[in-house]
């Protein structure tokens, strides 16, 4: 393919990409946050939709999109600054933050793991089911170190993800949680990098420590698992 | 013609300062994603992770957050959401390789993720409260003694 038209077709995904995101935030805004209208949610089905109208292949889209995927890493290191801006917030309620973080990031793998063992799923799948809590380029090595299977984590840790941020406005406020703190918490433990995204708009508090219960969960995990594998 | 002229000039010369304030920040955030795939050879974690890091040491070196990565930060935040809309796309791609367990994992993600996220909130919201609470007994008590004195 020429150069110039891998450009044109760079820039047409970039534009429709946003523009079915931009309508379906504003969706979500106008359904006061039902979690099924949820951004990453409606625009997923509705750009799968149009894909498969088109007659496009999702691996045609998913090469020229590439871009969009790229910014991901810069996106991840730009969070460093509300955390940094909280750093203070954070050593003053270091007791109150480790204890939900430890109970979360037990919680999460074994209930997952648990309701899978009920339904009778396949072990393989089980593996890959361990890193659905933790941001996906830590996942991936986790569920190679265990030997279930990447491909399969990743959709667990999007879909985990997706979840949680659709969830989290109805959950808060129906269980009364009022400090932005905990909301941050536990979005970071049980949806990592996505649900650090929804925090983002909750408030940069809440981002702040969403971001430090995503790194300390995928640094606990990978702990544990590295001497698990060890022995 | 002149009216017309000054008023759209500082506007423009506003928009420059904004934009070569956003690329300067772009270009410290790119930095410490180097640093990070650098020394990611080294240290076992992903690249991004340790640029997270790196930035916000960078900023406690410094001791503020530099304007111009407050504003690049703050703009690639309020759109952070978009990036992972192609990973949600490629679900479909492999979403055959679950087969007949689809319902499964779905349910089990479903409830697992709404145990962990009630559980750590309610947990952490208490014991908020509780630390807040003592901080302004404390307070209050050290005004008490203050008053003795």
């Known amino acids: ?231 | 013609m002149r009216k017309l002229s000054a008023k759209i000039i500082p506007k423009l010369v506003s928009k420059l300062k904004k934009l070569k304030l956003i690329s300067l920040g772009f270009c410290q955030i790119f930095l410490y994603l180097l640093i990070g795939e650098l020394l990611s050879t080294l240290i076992p974690l992903p690249p991004a992770i340790i640029g997270l890091i790196a930035c916000c040491g960078a900023c406690l070196l410094l001791q503020k957050v530099p304007e111009s990565l407050d504003i690049a930060s703050s703009f690639l935040l309020k759109n952070m959401a978009i990036f992972f809309i192609p990973y949600v796309v490629t679900i479909t791609l492999f979403w055959p390789a679950l087969a007949d367990y689809w319902l499964a994992c779905l349910l089990a993600l479903f409830i697992s993720t709404l145990i962990t996220l009630s559980l750590t909130s309610i947990v952490s919201d208490k014991l908020i409260e509780r630390a807040v609470q003592e901080s302004t007994k404390r307070s209050i008590n050290h005004a008490a003694m203050d008053d003795k004195k």
């Open chain 1, 1 to 231: 393919m020429p150069s110039s038209t891998m450009l044109l077709m760079l820039a047409v995904n970039l534009l429709i990409t946003c523009t079915v995101f931009n309508l379906s935030s504003k969706l979500y805004h106008y359904s006061k946050h039902f979690p099924l209208t949820h951004p990453l949610i409606l625009s997923g089905l509705v750009l799968v939709a149009l894909l498969s109208a088109f007659d496009i292949a999702i691996e045609d889209y998913q090469q020229n999109s590439q871009v969009i995927m790229m910014m991901l890493a810069p996106a991840t290191v730009a969070l460093g600054v509300p955390l940094y801006k909280n750093l203070a917030v954070l050593t003053k309620y270091k007791s109150a933050i480790f204890i939900p973080l430890l109970l979360g990031a037990i919680i999460s793998p074994c209930s997952a793991l648990l309701l899978l063992w009920l339904f009778k799923v396949d072990s393989s799948l089980l593996l890959s089911m361990i890193s659905k809590s933790i941001t996906s380029p830590i996942a991936i090595d986790i569920t190679k170190l265990v030997g279930g299977i990447p491909a399969i984590a990743v959709i667990f840790v999007i879909i985990s993800g997706i979840i949680g941020a659709a969830l989290a406005t109805p959950l808060f406020s129906l269980l009364a949680i009022k400090h932005d703190i905990s909301k941050g918490l536990s979005l970071g433990i049980a949806s990592h990098a996505i649900g650090t995204s929804s925090a983002v708009q909750i408030s940069e508090q809440c981002a702040a420590f969403a971001v430090l219960a995503m790194c300390l969960n995928g640094l606990l995990t990978t702990l544990v698992i590295v001497l698990y594998s060890l022995f």
